[in-house]
């Protein structure tokens, strides 16, 4: 037992080993938990709920009742944001006196709240009616330009650069404008994490339509239009195939969020669709913009079979797949003015005044004193050309054949021979965006020489971009809570050594000799090249991220927190076999519940050897903890001999909304090993996170395992990483035999996906969720057996089988599944048709056949009261035979999505091992919980204590709360706060909760609520 400093103990709570004072500095809420087995109830009375405005003390136009009572912190997240009313169940006290319509309407709007086997919600929102009657008008920024402008200058953004997974970004900074190239998934977060304020952002442009480079745009567009009473939109530039990406939004982004994109160039059937500004002759650039401050032109860039003049799709005579066409952006500043002579002007009649600036702007002016008219190159020295910046994306070496014949960049090459030199264009900074196997080519090194002396920037997947990670504070709080607890938390926060090099020798096979390289340099996370003042052309490294380790971080940790190192050790000592730590077993005190459990095995090799320990390297339970069990009735029999290999959960974002600087949007992947994994919801970043947990090729397996995605609703936040991931899936098993994945959610997410599938390879199948309700699987599996009996008696032909099996089971479905008196027919809408079931059939039947190969004995969707088509799901593992003949019950795992407190999920949770619950709220704010359909961290508990769940992991946390939520500890004894990257072995449950009040000595000294003016969240999420 480690000794215990006095400040420690003063840190710790009562039934810690190491102290006898609970912790004091949070304020916890009282909540109110029902006892197991019954319903909630309702937190607040019907009669006081009427529609909740998102700002304080003014009703919403459109729609009354606002919130008129006192709360703690700023309305700055999403899900306070009513949006123009309708959409909400705020608290209002009732008036007295004389009725008034607006009374009457009042008490209308309050007949939308409902309660749902006792609990309020909202039912507008749930039905999807929440929207303000007059939609807004997206307001598009007009900026006072300034020619003359002091500072000009692109930089990297690195998004993507240290996990590979994406494109990274860039801006083009002026003065009273702004431009990014390219919106990789992260780029939010990103500039959350480096202070940038997209609301200054004008324009926006993607190098190709796919993923890789446009996969934070959907988030992006919502986070603008949450932006302000009106919300906000930018323009968005990018070629014809970025038609087929705001086709594919549309199901779920309003059209005022995309009025202003914009697409260039040829469409596959050959027609011009450019909304701009003259498409020049075929040998010109594409002008977009052309103002007094920039002109960018667009070059698209075809893939090529061969190195001759047709173009791929000329040569089959099939239409160019969307999604391969490239772009070449070209930025050309104008001219620098030469320097103005004051003797010249005055020899010409000219007074000092405002007609100098005249001239030096480029104007002609009349001589004061002369009846002639003044020239600007009358009293001006020499013109000097324009910094130019050419941003190249060559994704592949199908595209260096047009790269390298393109007549459009002759302007710019050095050494063209069919333009006199006056007519030459000199690039000074060309930032090349394709991956470092086509870059690096002989071909594309000798075309990077043409361009004489200007500076290359390599801005693709290169290595040495791994070593910083981009998400700083993120990686800090991964790497302090690795060092406190690394059985929970074994991503480090950084790539060791071993990582980058083993990446590195692979991605390195196809280099050419050094001889041959054109000169150039990496980019770096924000490094600059200035454009102006003409004085700065060049480089510039200055606020380039330092480096930063692990042991910094640590070392910095234990200075702040001496203590930490003590509570490290009491951790890592839960994981003792269980005689060891009977000694060390929690007093139990009156204020505080606490369980009486059985520890671990003894695994003390985790916490030196972190990630980097084997799951093979870990014991599994010994004999003393299986006798322990048996005489422990709060231990599910589930965990009798279970393995570290069975399941681990690992929780990849647990924030809600918007991706912000500590936690990333929902997703969850569950491990199951030799068996595959899964995806619960995947928000934008899903893959950087996996990457950041498993490292680059470890994330790549991890994709390439799994066996089915499933997504609880259509808010982007749940949901806009799925086609990266699908992308990528494709891409890594190529010329592999394998089987579509099974992607399972509302049916609003499959029109997205079949539209997005016009840009991009997906190589999925997909099922609608209302098709895996409990009783629209059993119907399913019910009538398939009875099929095929009937079928069975009256022909043996396989086809007269297969229709007997389809119109039996779209009879059962019908009856089960579209029945009026559903309970959740409030909540969403169900099919027009019986086509819906049918079709869903071969999808039920690969279900039916992944599931045994998971591992898996029932999978079922739960409707919950969020949205419309919202659900949640119910995972069951196939029961176990141990050594001697036991039957051992499989676990069941519950992903709650977002919600309200609703008895369905209750009911579907009973008796669960793992109940993940959302909790966006605290207790105290129970009216935004109610306005926008979730729950506070209360309810979430009282939904697993009411289902009896064996533990409860909270996620999905407003913004609000950067570190940690709030939360009232007197009921956390079998429940903890989720983390990203968070790991939870199943193996791990029975010290799960014992771990979450050490955690708390972390975060002592943080602000519960994010004051920050950069948390702006939408109602659209």
Not at 249 to 274: K, L, Y
């Amino acid at each position: 037992m480690p000794q215990i400093s006095s400040s420690l103990r003063l840190l710790l709570p009562s039934s810690s080993p190491l102290s006898k004072n609970p912790f004091s500095r949070f304020f916890f809420a009282t909540s109110v938990l029902s006892k197991p087995g019954t319903p909630l109830k309702p937190h607040f009375p019907l009669t006081s709920v009427l529609s909740y405005s998102g700002r304080r003390g003014r009703r919403a136009s459109g729609s009354g009742g606002g919130v008129l009572h006192p709360r703690r912190g700023r309305s700055t997240t999403r899900e306070e944001r009513g949006g123009g009313g309708g959409g909400g169940g705020g608290v209002l006290p009732q008036r007295r006196g004389n009725s008034t319509l607006r009374e009457e309407r009042g008490r209308e709007r309050a007949l939308e709240m409902e309660e749902k086997e006792g609990m309020g919600f909202n039912k507008r929102r749930a039905e999807g009616r929440d929207k303000s009657g007059k939609p807004k008008t997206l307001q598009i920024k007009t900026r006072k330009l300034n020619p003359v402008n002091t500072i000009c200058y692109v930089q990297i953004l690195g998004t993507g650069m240290d996990t590979q997974d994406t494109s990274p970004s860039v801006l083009l900074f002026f003065d009273k404008q702004r431009f990014i190239f390219n919106a990789g998934e992260g780029l939010q977060r990103f500039c959350t994490e480096h202070k940038i304020k997209l609301s200054k952002i004008d324009h926006m442009f993607v190098t190709r339509v796919c993923s890789e480079t446009a996969g934070g745009l959907p988030g992006l567009l919502l986070t603008l239009a949450g932006i302000g009473e009106e919300g906000m939109s930018i323009n968005i530039w990018g070629p014809s195939d970025l038609n087929y990406l705001v086709d594919a939004m549309r199901s779920f982004i309003p059209n005022a969020a995309m009025v202003h994109t914009h697409s260039f160039g040829a469409t596959q059937g050959g027609i011009t669709n450019f909304s701009g500004p003259e498409v020049g002759k075929s040998t010109d650039p594409i002008v977009l913009i052309d103002d007094e401050v920039v002109r960018i032109s667009a070059i698209p860039l075809r893939p090529r079979s061969s190195k001759n003049t047709m173009s791929l799709d000329s040569e089959t005579g099939s239409a160019l797949k969307p999604g391969e066409i490239a772009v070449i952006y070209a930025c050309e500043l104008p001219e620098i003015k030469g320097k103005f002579d004051p003797d010249k002007a005055a020899s010409l009649g000219l007074r000092p005044g405002p007609k100098y600036r005249e001239l030096q702007l480029g104007n002609s002016v009349m001589s004061d004193r002369l009846n002639i008219m003044v020239h600007p190159s009358d009293v001006l020295g020499p013109s000097s050309p324009g910094p130019i910046v050419l941003l190249v994306d060559c994704p592949t070496p199908l595209h260096i054949y047009e790269l390298l014949s393109i007549q459009s960049l002759n302007p710019y090459y050095t050494d063209s021979a069919d333009r006199p030199r006056e007519h030459l264009k000199t690039v000074n900074c060309i930032i090349h965006l394709g991956p470092s196997s086509v870059t690096r080519s002989i071909d594309y090194q000798r075309w990077m020489k043409r361009f004489g002396g200007a500076q290359h920037i390599m801005a693709g997947h290169e290595i040495r971009n791994m070593e910083i990670p981009i998400l700083k504070s993120s990686s800090r709080i991964s790497s302090q809570l690795n060092y406190l607890c690394p059985q929970f938390f074994p991503a480090p926060g950084f790539w060791s050594l071993h990582q980058i090099n083993n990446f590195s020798f692979e991605s390195n096979e196809s280099c050419e000799d050094s001889s041959t390289l054109c000169e150039s340099i990496s980019a770096e996370n924000l490094l600059k090249f200035h454009l102006r003042p003409y004085s700065q052309l060049g480089l510039d490294r200055s606020v380039i991220p330092c480096s930063l380790n692990y042991k910094e971080i640590v070392d910095e940790l234990l200075s702040e927190i001496p203590e930490i190192a003590d509570v490290s050790k009491c951790i890592s000592q839960f994981w003792q076999s269980p005689l060891e730590s009977k000694h060390m077993m929690p007093q139990k005190d009156e204020n505080i519940i606490m369980v009486e459990e059985p520890w671990m095995n003894e695994n003390s090799l985790i916490s030196k050897q972190g990630a980097g320990a084997s799951k093979k390297d870990l014991p599994c339970l010994s004999d003393s903890w299986t006798e322990m069990l048996k005489h422990n009735p709060d231990i599910p029999a589930c965990l009798e001999n279970v393995t570290r290999e069975d399941m681990e959960i690992i929780l990849l974002g647990t924030g809600s909304s918007q991706p912000s600087k500590y936690r990333n949007v929902s997703s969850i992947f569950v491990n199951l090993f030799s068996r595959g994994s899964l995806l619960l919801d995947c928000g934008e970043g899903t893959l950087a996170q996996l990457k950041r947990r498993f490292g680059v090729k470890g994330a790549d397996e991890a994709v390439k395992s799994l066996k089915f995605i499933w997504i609880s609703h259509i808010h982007a936040d749940h949901h806009t990483g799925l086609a990266r991931i699908l992308a990528l899936r494709c891409q890594l098993l190529k010329g592999v035999p394998h089987e579509p994945l099974l992607v399972i959610g509302p049916r609003p997410l499959k029109r997205f996906l079949d539209a997005y599938s016009r840009l991009e390879d997906l190589d999925m199948q997909f099922l609608d969720c209302r098709h895996t309700t409990e009783a629209s699987m059993d119907a399913f599996l019910n009538s398939r057996d009875s099929a095929e009996d009937c079928s069975s008696e009256h022909s043996d032909n396989s086809i007269n089988r297969n229709v007997g099996v389809e119109t039996v089971t779209t009879r059962r479905l019908e009856t089960n599944l579209f029945a009026q008196s559903s309970q959740t027919q409030s909540y969403w809408k169900r099919p027009g048709s019986p086509v819906d079931a049918v079709m869903a059939l071969p999808v039920l039947m690969r279900l039916k056949e992944v599931l045994p190969a998971a591992g898996l004995e029932a999978l079922y969707s739960v409707p919950v009261v969020h949205c419309p088509q919202a659900f949640g799901v119910v995972l069951k593992a196939t029961e176990r035979v141990n050594s001697v003949g036991k039957v051992i019950p499989g676990w069941k795992l519950v992903y709650s999505g977002d919600t309200r407190p609703c008895q369905a999920l209750i009911d579907a949770s009973h008796g669960a091992t793992v109940l993940i619950h959302e909790a966006t709220f605290e207790d105290s704010m129970g009216d935004e919980a109610i306005a926008r359909n979730h729950s506070t961290t209360g309810e979430a508990v009282g939904v697993g204590t009411s289902a009896d769940a064996y533990r409860i992991i909270l996620t999905h946390f407003s913004q609000r709360y950067p570190k940690i939520p709030v939360f009232d500890e007197n009921h956390m004894h079998k429940t903890c706060i989720a983390f990203d990257l968070m790991s939870v072995n199943l193996a791990d449950l029975p010290v799960l909760p014992k771990v979450l009040p050490y955690l708390k000595v972390l975060f002592r000294n943080e602000i519960i609520v994010d004051e920050s003016d950069d948390v702006q969240e939408s109602v659209l999420y």
